[in-house]
């Protein structure tokens, strides 16, 4: 996920944290593999592993973030550049929200 991450913006940084520092699985639900803090664009999101999509998926709904596959990101909800990074890059979606039309359904001449 890091190595795509990086393909799709250059400016990513992986936060190494200090010793007894960073994110823990601990703060997550069942099933977290791994939190990691990225730097992408100025601003940190964190991106947690997990070992299948439901429990990605439910800590989507828990937490009001953004999952793909058995990946949730986290600190990315209200954030406009985040939101559509992930969105863009990994097709991620916010299982709290409902997607709203691209376009607008044109009548056809002589419809009500």
């Known amino acids: 996920m890091i190595k795509m991450t990086m393909a799709a913006e250059p400016s990513v940084k992986l936060i190494i ?3 007894g520092e960073g994110v823990k699985c601990s703060d997550y639900g069942p099933g977290c593999v791994g939190a990691h803090t990225i730097s992408l664009l100025r601003l940190q999101m964190i991106v947690v592993e ?3 999509e439901e429990n990605a998926l439910k800590d989507a709904k828990r937490l009001n973030g953004y999952y ?5 990101f986290d600190d990315v909800t209200g954030e406009p550049v985040l939101e559509k990074f992930v969105q863009q890059t990994y097709n991620a979606v ?7 039309p691209t376009t607008t359904a044109v009548a056809s001449p002589g419809a009500p």
């Open 68 to 72: 793909t596959h058995n990946w949730f």
């Open 94 to 100: 916010n299982p709290n929200v409902t997607p709203t």
């Open 17 to 19: 944290p200090g010793l």
């Open 50 to 52: 997990y070992d299948n």
